[in-house]
Nanobody
Framework: QGHLVESGGGLVQPGGSLRLSCATS????????MGWWRQTPGNQRELVAR???????NYGDFVKGRFVISGERFKGRVTLQMDNLQDEDTAVYYC?????????????WGQGTQVTVSL
């Protein structure tokens, strides 16, 4: 563990913005996904946004154009810009990296960062 370093998060009012960043020192040059998941108490983690192999993105249905994930291919860093945050976006946000090595996927999680949306 400790391969992913997260930054950002905090408290913001409804309608506000936050930026989350995640970086890794792990080196990779094959298939990978890197992005953000979130979790609230009593619920499973759900996909927020991820980059797939540096050239495509996936977003959770709830994002609805409010968030944008970006990152350079194979550079080991992603940034999630979150705009128009709402109360229901309050959660712990986790960075996740999947790397394909020797025909198997290796998964790494960050420690999580709290995002709280409240007046």
């Amino acid at each position: 563990q400790g391969h992913l370093v997260e930054s950002g998060g905090g408290l913001v009012q409804p309608g506000g913005s936050l930026r989350l960043s995640c970086a890794t020192s792990l080196k990779f040059s094959s298939s990978y996904t890197m992005g953000w998941w979130r979790q609230t108490p009593g619920n499973q983690r759900e996909l927020v946004a991820r980059i797939v192999n540096g050239d495509s993105t996936n977003y959770g249905d709830f994002v609805k154009g409010r968030f944008v994930i970006s990152g350079e291919r194979f550079k080991g860093r992603v940034t999630l810009q979150m705009d128009n945050l709402q109360d229901e976006d309050t959660a712990v946000y986790y960075c996740k990296l999947n790397i394909l090595r020797d025909s198997s996927w290796q998964t790494y999680w960050g420690q999580g960062t709290q995002v709280t949306v409240s007046l």
